[in-house]
């Protein structure tokens, strides 16, 4: 029973120190974690340099994972996956790996046509862009039998 309860006890322990570590801010200035004030307003830039718009919305799927960003640049929107961003929090900007030719190739579209999401095929030609393959969607409620 006295070693159950050391056990119990050890783990329990390990699990604190590693979730205060996890959510310490990291020595490199990076951060693990942003919050959708931090996001909303981004600028997007592409080759570090050029500015290709704003975050101006966010996208979850229904399991509450953060799925696109929407970025706005003169009244056209722009879906980019979240992967793709790498983030600069102290700054305000997010870099994606595209060139400008890349750039040039992905579909816009603006507030009254907005795509569906979450169809198959707009999911994998969004990714395909930023040569990215989508993860498998989290399903919420019971599992499907098949």
């Avoid at 040039?104 to 198959?120: D, E, H, N, R, V």
């Amino acid at each position: 029973m006295m070693r159950t309860f050391l056990r119990t006890g050890m783990i329990a322990a390990c699990l604190f120190t590693a979730s205060l570590a996890s959510a310490a801010e990291p020595v490199d200035g990076t951060h693990s974690h942003f919050r959708a004030k931090q996001v909303m307003g981004t600028k997007i830039m592409i080759q570090g340099d050029t500015a290709i718009g704003t975050v101006d919305d966010i996208v979850f799927d229904n399991a509450g994972n953060l799925e696109y960003l929407i970025v706005e640049n003169e009244g056209k929107l722009l879906t980019v996956p979240f992967e793709t961003a790498k983030f600069n929090v102290e700054k305000k900007t997010a870099v994606l790996t595209l060139s400008p030719d890349q750039y040039k190739l992905i579909p816009t579209y603006t507030t009254t046509t907005y795509p569906s999401f979450y169809t198959p095929t707009y999911r994998t030609e969004v990714y395909k862009y930023y040569g990215l393959t989508p993860r498998e969607l989290r399903r919420l409620g019971p599992p499907i039998r098949r």
